[in-house]
């Protein structure tokens, strides 16, 4: 049963990429532009890297690799936000004030789905392949790891991922109570988020336990290279994701279910 | 709200830099307060220089709005900048608020050296102001050519906040660049203003920094004349 919905969803979810692709050939001229920025900023955040370690021999014991790998793991994030939500969920408002989100109850699909994965930034997904992969490549030559525990990390940040994609569906469904949301979201989700650049053991601890336990982009690039190092108890690690994906996914839920019922079909 | 969410944005991203840069400061009580001094400036400086002027006039020249001021006295930069001051306004209302606060809580950290120097700084910054929306101006103008510069506007706005100090304070940045940068206007529009508001710029310094600022907002205006009216010879009233 679970096989075959999870079947449904990927064949729809393919039809949305040929759809997204289809719309994206016709700006290529975005995908160029939108390349060179990202390579632009990535370029600019590596050569800040250098920079800092002409000045300091050691960042509390890091090295220019795990400063490298730390931007480049934060960026996964940042660029699977990019094209798979913001491109959705920005669009919400403007939705739910012309009700046109009446379209997607109509649909005999989950709703999360057809409201956060209808259509794919495929030039910001691209740039996630010339950036983000070359640069964890370049983190993970530069530093002698053990790259078995890749896969660990790799489990961390998406338990990371999913638990910041519910919390952004719970933002999200603030829409249908306020207008416009739109600077509580990049207050709490982008430019948190910037702090994937930053070890989090430079923060105050107060910081430190906001952006692991309330906004936990902690578990986007910290940990998962932390457990790349072999400096953090994976299990631990884990369990307290798995608790936060638990209270993410019921605060979700709820605040979802709220918002619907505020919402009139008339926007 | 929006300065609610904008004062908090700007705080974060303060946080963000003076946490990742304050190791290189560690034990140094003078360079830190210099470094937390200067990210605090930086972000009251670079929040008025925006590209809403180079996208504003833009879409002046795509939309074929530019008609509307070709046969008025009044040049439609002007208008374009008239149209962002406003976003301008707002961008900058709260990092500076913060300052201010803070000048007034940590004034042995962020207060201004002498009056002479936040007279001297002032310059600097309108003269920064005015060099930036130049370049903003230019970079608008290429709309005439290529209907879309959205994606220009976002790769020069990253370098150029790049060498402008945003991401790293410039000081840090090794000799070789420092001393490429102190030929280009960059320095003088965020850098070296905060010198300035320090007292650490010395008077031969100063001057030097005014004449080449000054070059260079002629050299740009020369420029941006040139290039719009080579523009204006392409535009056919339609829009570009």
Known sequence: MVL?????????????????????????????????????????????????????????????????????????????????????????????????FDFNL???????????????????????????????????????????????ALVVLSLGVVILFLLRIALSSLTFVFDDITSLKN??????ADFNRVPLFVLPRALEALLTFVIPVAFIAYY??????????????????????????????LSWSYGLKQYSGAG | MEFFSSAVMVFLRYSILVSLWRITAIGNPDAERRLLLYFALNLVILSSYTSKLAGNFSKMIVSGEINNYLLRP??????????SITKIA????????????AVFIWPETFAPASFMSLLVF?????????????????????AFWTSTNAGLRTVIDLVLNFFLGAFMPVYLFPATVQSILSYTPLKYMAAFPIEVYRGAASNRDMVLGLVILLVWIGLLWVASRWLYKLGLQKYDANGA
């Open chain 1, 4 to 100: 075959k919905s999870l079947k449904r969803y990927l064949k729809l979810y393919a039809i949305f990429f040929k759809f997204s692709f289809a719309l994206f050939l016709n700006y290529r001229f975005d995908l160029f532009m939108s390349s060179i920025a990202n390579l632009t900023w990535t370029a600019g955040q590596l050569i800040s890297v250098k920079f800092m370690f002409e000045t300091i021999p050691s960042f509390a014991g890091w090295g220019v690799s795990d400063l490298v790998l730390l931007l480049g793991i934060g960026q996964v994030y940042v660029y699977l936000t990019f094209s798979l939500l913001d491109v959705n969920l920005d669009r919400l408002a403007e939705q739910v004030i012309s009700g046109t």
């Open chain 1, 106 to 152: 109509l649909k005999p699909v989950n709703l999360w789905f057809i409201t956060a994965f209808r259509q794919i930034a495929v030039a910001q997904s691209l740039s996630f392949f010339i950036t983000a992969v070359p640069m964890i490549i370049y983190g993970l030559s530069l530093g002698n790891y053990n790259l078995e525990r890749l896969w660990l």
């Open chain 1, 187 to 192: 207050m709490l989700f982008n430019e948190l």
């Open chain 1, 224 to 253: 998962p290279l932390l457990v790349i190092r072999g400096e953090a108890a994976i299990i631990v690690v884990v369990l307290v994701e798995l608790v936060l994906v638990l209270l993410a996914y019921a605060l979700a839920k």
């Open chain 2, 74 to 83: 009044i040049s439609p930069a002007v208008v374009s900048f008239a149209n």
């Open chain 2, 90 to 101: 707002i961008r900058f209302l709260s990092p500076a608020a913060i300052f201010l606060l």
């Open chain 2, 122 to 142: 002032f310059i600097f910054f309108t003269l920064g102001l005015a060099t930036w929306n130049l370049l903003m101006l230019l970079i608008g103008i290429t």
